[in-house]
C-alpha cells in the first residue's frame, strides 16, 4: 500500500496540480491513498514551518506550497520527503508512467474551489466551537494540596453535573507554582474525564477570571509571627487579607461573568475576606459571593456518628452559627439522623429521628463533643503529619454540587452568606454563617428558627467580634503615650519608685552592694579600700561618748 499526503495552501494552483495527479492515481491505482491537508493561506507558513521541523526535513524544503511525502508506516508515523508538485510530478512520471497534462484555468478554478471550502469548513468549526460553551471553573493557587485532591471531583461530573462540561483554569503567581500548576494540568487530562473540555494554566488574574462562571478562591494567608505585639500582628494580618481579596475581587469584577458563583474556602478568616471580596465586586449579585462552612460541618458529623457508632453521612441537620475565624455556635439540637436501623424504631428511607434522642447524652454534647471539635483539626494533622487537604477538598466540592444541582430540600446545611436584610441580631451586608437550604443553582436563608438565651449572648459576641476585626483591619492601633513628668514638681519619696526602677532598666547602672566573703582558714582577710590594715571593726552608726575618768571599752572581734 502507497500512501501519500499531499499539503498546501488552499488557494495555490499547485496544491490544486498535485492534488488532481493523486485523485487520478487513486482511482486507478487500488494500492495507492492519498490524504490531503489544504491549510489556510494565513496559517500556512507557521504550519509548514513546524511540520518540517517535526519530521526533521529542515534544510530540505523551502516551505512553498505544496509539500508532499509518503508515509511508511499509518497516518502521523515516519514519512519520506518528495518535494513539492514538480517533484511528485517526477516521482509519478518515473514510478508509475503517467504524466499530468492540465491547463492552467483548470488548476485556477480548482485552487479557488478548494480555498472557498476551506474558508466554509473554518466557519463551521468556529459555529460548533461558539455552541460548545463549557462552564469555566477558575481556581486560584491551584499549586496548594487542596487543589490537587479538588481538580477530580471538578471535572468527574459529580460537582456540576453529568451533562455540564467543563473548562478548568488554574492560577498561580510565581513560576515554581506554575510548574506544578502545569503538571497538575496533565495529569487532569490524564483522567480521562468525560465532562473535561479543555485546561489551562494562568499566571495574569485578569486573563484567568475573563468569563469565568465559578470561582474557587483556595488563597490562604497566614499571620506574621514575627510580629511581637498581638494588636498589631492581628492588625497587620486582617490588613494583608483585606489588600489581597480587594484586588482579586477587583479582577473578578472586572472579568467575570455578572452571573459567576464565587466560594472563599482558603485558609483565611472566611467572613472577613468574603466582606472584603463582595465589596470589591459590585457588578456581581451579593448571593453569589459566600464562604465555605461545609469543614466545620463534617468535622462536627464525623464526631456524632463516632459516639453512635453510625455513619457521619446519616447525620443531618448540624448547624454553624457565627464567625469561622472566631467565636461559633454549633448547633446539635436541631440534627436528626436517617436510617436509624440500629435503634427500636425503624422506618423507611426517608424517616428520621432527633439525635440528641439518639446520644442521650446532654452532658457529652455540652463538654466533650465541643472541646474535641476545637481540637479535631489539630489531630488530624498530627496524626497525618500536614492538615487535612482531602477532607477540605471534599467540603470545597460538596459545597459547590449542593450550589450547582441542589440538595435535599428537608435538610439545612451553613453557609457563610452575605444578609439580604436584619436578620438574626445581624445587620443587612454582614456575611455570617447561617442555615440555609440549597436549590439548582441557588439557595434560600432559613429565617424561621427560635434562638435561646444562651444562642443570643453567643451572637452579641459575635457581632462584637466582627466589629473590632473591621476597625482593627482600617485603622492601626496607637500605642499608648508615657506620663508627662514634670521637671519642676518637687521630688518626694517614694512618689517616683515605678519611674527609678524603669530607668535603671534602661540603661543606668545600679547600686553594686559588696558582701562579704569568708576567707578561707588560715589566709588573711583583704583589704578593703579607705581602711587601716588590722582586723576588722564592727561599724557602728555613730561613736559612742567616753565620760572623762572612765576606760573606753575594748573592740569585740568580728565574726
Known amino acids: 500500500m502507497a500512501k501519500f499526503v499531499i499539503a498546501g495552501r488552499a488557494d495555490c494552483p499547485y496544491y490544486a496540480k498535485a492534488e488532481l495527479l493523486a485523485d487520478d492515481l487513486q482511482l486507478n491505482l487500488p494500492q495507492f491513498s492519498v490524504f490531503k491537508i489544504p491549510v489556510h493561506p494565513e496559517k500556512w507558513g507557521e504550519w509548514v514551518e513546524g511540520t518540517v521541523e517535526r519530521h526533521g526535513w529542515a534544510g530540505r524544503h523551502d516551505g512553498t506550497s505544496p509539500l508532499v511525502w509518503r508515509e511508511l508506516i499509518d497516518r502521523g508515523g515516519k514519512g519520506l520527503l518528495i518535494g513539492g508538485a514538480n517533484d511528485f510530478q517526477e516521482f509519478v512520471v518515473h514510478t508509475y508512467g503517467i504524466t499530468c497534462q492540465l491547463q492552467s484555468a483548470t488548476l485556477r478554478h480548482t485552487a479557488q474551489e478548494n480555498n472557498a471550502y476551506k474558508l466554509r469548513d473554518i466557519e463551521e468549526d468556529a459555529r460548533r466551537q461558539a455552541a460548545i460553551n463549557p462552564l469555566v471553573c477558575v481556581v ?10 479538588l481538580f ?6 459529580s460537582t456540576f453535573g453529568k451533562g455540564e462540561e467543563v473548562e478548568l483554569r488554574l492560577l498561580e503567581t510565581d513560576e515554581e507554582s506554575l510548574e ?49 505585639d498581638e494588636t498589631l500582628r492581628r492588625h497587620h494580618y486582617l490588613a494583608s487579607v483585606k489588600s489581597h481579596f480587594t484586588w482579586l475581587g477587583d479582577a473578578i469584577n472586572g472579568g467575570a461573568s455578572r452571573s459567576c458563583k464565587v466560594l472563599v474556602a482558603g485558609l483565611v478568616p472566611v ?91 446532654n452532658k457529652w454534647v455540652e463538654t466533650e463533643f465541643r472541646e474535641r471539635l476545637k481540637s479535631r483539626t489539630g489531630e488530624l494533622t498530627c496524626a497525618l503529619r500536614h492538615p487535612p487537604y482531602m477532607l477540605y477538598a471534599a467540603a470545597v466540592a460538596e459545597t459547590l454540587a449542593a450550589w450547582s444541582l441542589g440538595s435535599d430540600t428537608k435538610f439545612m446545611a451553613s453557609l457563610a452568606v452575605p444578609l439580604p436584610r436584619d436578620l438574626y441580631g ?49 485603622n492601626l492601633p496607637q500605642p499608648e503615650a508615657p506620663p508627662a ?36 582558714e588560715g589566709a588573711a582577710a583583704p583589704d578593703l579600700p579607705g581602711e587601716p590594715v588590722g582586723e576588722p571593726e564592727e561599724a557602728t552608726a555613730e561613736p559612742e561618748e567616753v565620760a572623762e575618768g572612765e576606760t573606753p571599752p575594748e573592740d569585740t572581734p568580728a565574726e
Request: charged share 25%.
Open 152 to 157: 477530580p471531583q471538578l471535572v468527574d461530573g
Open 485 to 520: 513628668v514634670d521637671g519642676n514638681q518637687d521630688f518626694e519619696p517614694g512618689a517616683e519608685e515605678g519611674a527609678e526602677s524603669r530607668e535603671v532598666a534602661e540603661g543606668e547602672l545600679p547600686e553594686v552592694v559588696l558582701e562579704e566573703t569568708p576567707a578561707p
Open 271 to 361: 467572613n472577613f475576606a468574603t466582606e472584603c471580596l463582595l465589596k470589591a465586586c459590585p457588578g456581581l449579585a451579593p448571593f453569589n459571593v459566600v464562604g465555605m462552612v461545609r469543614y466545620q460541618e463534617k468535622l462536627a458529623k464525623a464526631l456524632i456518628a463516632a459516639k453512635m457508632k453510625t455513619n457521619a453521612a446519616l447525620v443531618e441537620d448540624v448547624l454553624v452559627w457565627g464567625n469561622l475565624a472566631g467565636t461559633t455556635v454549633t448547633e446539635v439540637r436541631r440534627s436528626r439522623t436517617r436510617e436509624c436501623a440500629h435503634t427500636a424504631i425503624t422506618g423507611p428511607s426517608w424517616y428520621c429521628r432527633s439525635t440528641t434522642e439518639l446520644l442521650h447524652d
Open 426 to 474: 445581624f445587620q443587612q451586608g454582614t456575611v455570617v454563617s447561617l442555615p440555609v437550604k440549597f436549590f439548582p443553582g441557588s439557595y434560600e436563608l432559613v429565617e424561621s428558627l427560635g434562638l435561646s438565651a444562651e444562642d443570643e449572648a453567643a451572637f452579641a459576641a459575635i457581632r462584637a467580634e466582627m466589629d473590632a476585626d473591621r476597625e482593627l483591619a482600617d
Open 140 to 149: 486560584t493557587s491551584a499549586a496548594s494540596p487542596i487543589g490537587y485532591s
Open 180 to 228: 506544578v500548576a502545569r503538571g497538575t494540568l496533565m495529569e487532569v487530562e490524564d483522567l480521562a474525564c468525560g465532562v473535561y473540555r479543555r485546561g489551562g494554566v494562568y499566571s495574569d488574574v485578569e486573563d484567568a477570571m475573563r468569563g469565568a462562571s465559578v470561582v474557587v478562591v483556595l488563597d490562604s494567608i497566614l499571620p506574621d509571627h514575627t510580629i511581637e
